[in-house]
């Protein structure tokens, strides 16, 4: 049995919208089940798994990125791997031929991290350089056209870029200076840049101060400084920029709080942020009582979410959400048709209930769909939601209402 470590979703988990699951252990084995019509799993076939399938890789794996039909993995030397749909070419391969099993991609430096969005690939070096491929449409790939590419292609920036993020047709760059980049698809404003327009290379998006995390979700962009101040710009119809209205921004914007936020996470037209002090807040959509506070009515500025511990990690999906406390505590709230809450039943709920299940140490979850996987400090995984092509690995496709364990296979 692999001993799990903690997961994050861009590395050691990737739960996907399109119902595909890979867990990376420890020891840089990686494991995959559920869809895999395009070859994605990497197992050298296109037939979908039902449990957890050992990965066939000489190297030890570092983080894994994927689309649900596209998967890219770094491993612990830095070499590039690619399986899966290539219809954009988005596997950097140099053609538009489908994958099954892992390829090497060709590079000019080793890799640090890889990310993947809409048929488009973003890889960071480990000396700063960015390189993209696949569809480009909307300019996202800051090459200064919009035209697909089949190989990695060095994009121009004149500093080392520390981190990339890529959502949609949406591209946004933080370089070791603390300077925010953006690029690509911009009808709501979301790229920071004053106007509407898309932009084919990336453009210095104005801030008052140094940027530390930049996350992006449904054209909304959420930038949190090296002070813990938090801006936001992009669509706002149902409030979640937090500014108290719901009018689009074109520019960032600063959100009313009086805390320094250390994470924010977000879902479907929803936010989250924690602060400094472990407070929690939420605003946005609120169907389904996703917030956590006790109603289903949408919040245009930051509400405090009750809870009787401090909070150690969020995960939020499009229509429910689970919230990890500082003692391993798991609690959750929102949608529960498919009985991702994990609690037993099928029944929605608009405050925050604790979860049966004991010393949590992380828990991901399907963002766009409704799976939930949580690990413990003894380094066993549990899931529990919807499981149509077998992606919470329990040996067959119905669905689960409350956490079971998921067990490995090396064959």
């Known amino acids: 049995m692999e001993v799990f470590r903690r997961l994050a979703l861009t590395t050691e988990v990737a739960i996907t919208s399109t119902n595909s699951t890979f867990l990376l252990a420890e020891t840089g084995a990686l494991y995959a089940c559920g869809y895999n019509g395009f070859g994605s799993l990497g197992l050298g076939d296109t037939a979908d798994r039902l449990t957890m399938q050992r990965v066939p890789l000489t190297e030890s794996v570092r983080m894994v990125a994927t689309s649900g039909i596209s998967t890219l993995i770094v491993t612990v030397s830095g070499a590039l791997y690619a399986c899966g749909d290539n219809r954009y070419d988005q596997l950097g391969l140099g053609d538009g031929s489908n994958r099954s099993t892992l390829t090497r991609v060709p590079l000019e430096e080793n890799a640090k991290m890889v990310v ?20 480009n449409g909307f300019g996202q790939l800051g090459l200064g056209d919009s035209s697909n590419r089949s190989t990695l292609q060095r994009v121009p920036l004149e500093e080392k870029a520390k981190t990339v993020v890529a959502i949609g047709d949406c591209t946004y760059v933080i370089t070791i200076s603390g300077t925010l980049y953006a690029c690509g698809y911009n009808e709501y404003g979301q790229l920071g840049l004053g106007d509407t327009q898309n932009r084919l290379t990336l453009q210095r998006v104005s801030l008052e101060e140094k940027a530390k995390t930049v996350v992006a979700i449904g054209d909304c962009t959420y930038v949190i400084t090296i002070s813990g101040a938090l801006y936001a710009c992009g669509y706002n119809g149902l409030g979640q920029l937090g500014l108290g209205d719901n009018k689009n921004r074109s520019t960032l914007q600063r959100v009313p709080l009086e ?93 925050l209930q604790r979860v049966p ?51 490995f296979s090396d064959s």
């Open 116 to 135: 993947t969005s809409r048929g488009s690939t973003y890889v960071l070096t480990i000396s700063g350089a960015l390189y993209t491929c696949g569809a």
């Open 259 to 351: 805390e320094r936020v250390k994470i924010i996470e977000t879902g479907y037209y929803s936010t989250f942020v924690l602060t400094v002090n472990d407070a929690l807040y939420a605003c946005g959509y609120n169907g389904f009582g996703k917030l956590c506070i006790g109603d289903k009515q949408n919040r245009s500025t930051l509400i405090r979410v009750s809870l009787t511990e401090s909070v150690k990690a969020i995960a939020a999906g499009d229509y429910f959400t689970f919230i990890l406390g500082v003692s391993g505590a798991l609690y959750a709230c929102g949608n529960n048709y498919y009985g991702q809450l994990g609690l037993g039943d099928s029944s929605d709920r608009s405050t």
């Open 357 to 407: 299940v004991e010393a949590v140490k992380t828990v991901a979850i399907e963002a766009a769909g409704y799976s939930a996987f949580v690990t413990t400090d003894s380094g066993e995984v549990y899931a529990c939601g919807q499981n149509k092509y077998g992606q919470l690995g329990l040996g067959d496709t119905r669905n689960r209402n409350s956490l079971t364990r998921v067990f």
